[in-house]
């Protein structure tokens, strides 16, 4: 069982940035890969980042290719995603997730986070 906790959303100019943390409760974080996913007003939830156990492999989604950064720190249970060059359409609910192995699909998530949100003003 993995408690995901997220942080770190707010209100922003485009072109602005925004550190997302999610801190992880348990002993086994660093066991899980992790994702964060995110869900516009009306929309689906998204696949956002990814990344691996050992923090030496990553995935995009292409919208965010090149601006945002996904990254972890296991001795601190947390996993991030740095967001820079903001965008309005950027404006979500941002979720983070562990899975079991890395996905990019909604299903293959095992736990997520309650979410915070992240207003991207032009």
């Known amino acids: 069982q993995v408690e995901l906790v997220e942080s770190g959303g707010g209100l922003v100019q485009a072109g602005g940035s925004l550190r997302l943390s999610c801190a992880a409760s348990g002993r086994t974080f660093s066991s899980y890969a992790m994702s964060w996913f995110r869900q516009a007003p009306g929309k689906e939830r998204d696949f956002v980042a990814a990344i691996v156990w050992s923090g030496t492999n990553t995935y995009y989604a292409d919208s965010v290719k090149g601006r945002f950064t996904i990254s972890r720190d296991n001795a601190k249970n947390t996993a991030y995603l740095q967001m820079n060059s903001l965008k309005p359409e950027d404006t979500a609910v941002y979720y983070c997730?562990?899975?079991?192995?890395?996905?990019?699909?909604?299903?293959?998530?095992?736990?997520w986070g309650q979410g915070t949100q992240v207003t991207v003003s032009s």
């Open positions: 997730a562990a899975s079991y192995s890395t996905t990019v699909q909604v299903t293959g998530v095992a736990y």
